[in-house]
């Protein structure tokens, strides 16, 4: 079953702060967050595991409700370089099969 | 370190033939996973390779296969092309395959079957 990522899409201003959502209908091991922009490959932004920790870096974060078997993603003060569409995807079974989410399109504006 | 390699990047064929594509996983990853992304359907897992056996495998016909040699490079190859297997397909890497691991993602080939 595929994650639900909402929202579908967003437009920022420069600054503005998103956050983007991944619901799981199935108990998650793990939630993987990732960037694509047009044309490339994927990048790794971070990794969430069981135990409803929060991750970031920068002024990109992350947390994992297990509970709610969801996970959501903030940006805070977006920049330009931000754009692009970002997927979880989450692993629920043993090993590392990643069952990617629809994919929330993200676009930043001066 | 070098990073994920594929090739070809670009692929154009027919329908009806057969494709091969080629993934070099970073140096001591020993996972290989497959994905398949296209506009209406997203990103879709094919099939997962860990030292050389099927680990894992999507929902896809048969005519989508997958092998992996001693040295952990992946190939996977589709028959019988279809108009519906134009796509970008993307393969990852990751140390043992575990599920908290990071897998990373080559740049892909993109494939036109017309």
């Known amino acids: 079953q595929q994650p639900v990522q909402s929202p579908q899409a967003v437009i920022l201003r420069e600054g503005e702060d998103a956050v983007i959502n991944c619901s799981s209908s199935?108990?998650?091991?793990?939630v993987h967050w990732y960037r694509q922009k047009h044309g490339e490959a994927p990048v790794f932004l971070m990794i969430?595991?069981?135990?409803?920790e929060q991750k970031g870096h920068d002024k990109i974060s992350a947390s994992f409700n297990e509970k709610k078997q969801q996970s959501s993603l903030y940006l805070t003060a977006s920049q330009l370089s931000y754009s692009g569409t970002y997927f979880c995807g989450t692993v629920t079974g043993g090993g590392n099969k990643l069952t990617f989410g629809t994919g929330t399109q993200l676009k930043v504006e001066l | 370190k070098a990073g994920v390699t594929q090739t070809p990047r670009y692929l154009i064929k027919t329908r009806g033939q057969q494709v091969t594509l080629s993934c070099s996983p970073i140096?001591?990853?020993?996972?290989v996973s497959w994905y398949q992304q296209t506009p209406g359907q997203g990103l879709q897992f094919l099939f997962e390779?860990?030292?050389?056996?099927?680990?894992n495998k999507g929902n896809f016909p048969g005519r989508f296969s997958g092998r992996q040699f001693s040295n952990s490079r992946s190939e996977m190859n589709v028959s019988t092309l279809e108009l519906g297997d134009s796509a970008l397909y993307l393969c990852?890497?990751?140390?043992?395959?575990?599920?908290?691991?990071?897998?990373?993602f080559g740049p892909g080939t993109r494939l036109l079957v017309l």
């Open positions: 990852a890497s990751s140390s043992q395959g575990e599920s908290v691991e990071t897998q990373y």
């Open positions: 969430l595991l069981k135990g409803g």
């Open positions: 199935k108990a998650l091991y793990s």
């Open positions: 140096s001591g990853h020993r996972s």
């Open positions: 390779y860990f030292s050389e056996t099927q680990r």
